[in-house]
């Protein structure tokens, strides 16, 4: 059984800083890539960023120049350090990763979420 487990979230001022953390855990034979989603109320589920194994970044254009994706191979994190916040950041926060458990395919895996509120 594999898990992501976020935290970093909470309800930071207008051009305040965040950094959320994903931790995958469970039988992990590898991971491609990682990256986080957000779902503000009302919208769709949106790409923020993501990281391939190799270290290769993508960014929604809303966010370039302001948060940037990290991870640890060896510990099987990810994470988003978020800067200049502004209140349309304003979502709950998912990581998603590809992971390889065992003899199975890859598969996509998600966190709970963790809740980003960035007040005017």
């Known amino acids: 059984q594999v898990q992501l487990v976020e935290s970093g979230g909470g309800l930071v001022q207008a051009g305040g800083s965040l950094r959320l953390s994903c931790a995958a855990s469970?039988?992990?034979?590898?991971?491609?890539?990682m990256g986080w989603y957000r779902q503000a109320p009302g919208a769709q589920r949106e790409l923020v960023a993501t990281i391939t194994s190799g270290g290769s970044t993508n960014y929604a254009d809303s966010v370039k120049g302001r948060f940037t994706i990290s991870r640890d191979k060896v510990k099987n994190t990810v994470n988003l350090q978020m800067n200049s916040l502004k209140p349309e950041d304003t979502a709950v926060y998912y990581c998603?990763?590809?992971?390889?458990?065992?003899?199975?395919?890859?598969?996509?895996?998600w966190g709970q979420g963790t809740q980003v509120t960035v007040s005017s």
């Open positions: 469970g039988t992990i034979v590898s991971i491609n890539a």
């Open positions: 998603n990763a590809n992971i390889r458990s065992g003899l199975s395919a890859y598969l996509n895996y």
